[in-house]
């Protein structure tokens, strides 16, 4: 079992840049594939990236890839993503998720969620 708690959101303008950080509690945490999904105003959640537990695998989505970085330091059981170069289509809440699999890049893949942290990009 894996509890997380997302912090970093928040009000930004278009262009600008926001850290969202993700902290997990458990001993095994270096062992989790972590993500990061979001879902925006009345729509569905989503897929933004997600690294495996060794950071040899990441996967990001079209719409994120070279605006946006996950990393994670284990030792501090927290996971990170930058956000760079944001646009008012990045506003959503933003969630941390984590899973046992070697990856996962769907909802239904995750099996740990947090509560979620605003993000709302102004144009």
């Known amino acids: 079992q894996v509890q997380l708690v997302e912090s970093g959101g928040g009000l930004v303008q278009a262009g600008g840049s926001l850290r969202l950080s993700c902290a997990a509690s458990?001993?095994?945490?270096?062992?989790?594939?972590m993500g990061w999904f979001r879902e925006p105003p009345g729509k569905e959640r989503e897929f933004v990236v997600a690294?495996?537990?060794?950071?040899?695998?990441?996967y990001y989505a079209d719409s994120v890839k070279g605006r946006f970085t996950i990393s994670r330091n284990n030792a501090r059981n927290t996971v990170y993503l930058q956000m760079n170069s944001l646009k008012p289509e990045d506003t959503a809440v933003y969630y941390c998720?984590?899973?046992?699999?070697?990856?996962?890049?769907?909802?239904?893949?995750?099996?740990?969620w947090g509560k979620g942290t605003l993000v709302t990009v102004s144009s």
């Open positions: 690294r495996n537990w060794s950071g040899g695998s990441t």
């Open positions: 998720a984590a899973t046992r699999k070697s990856i996962a890049t769907s909802v239904y893949g995750m099996d740990y």
């Open positions: 458990g001993r095994t945490f270096s062992t989790y594939t």
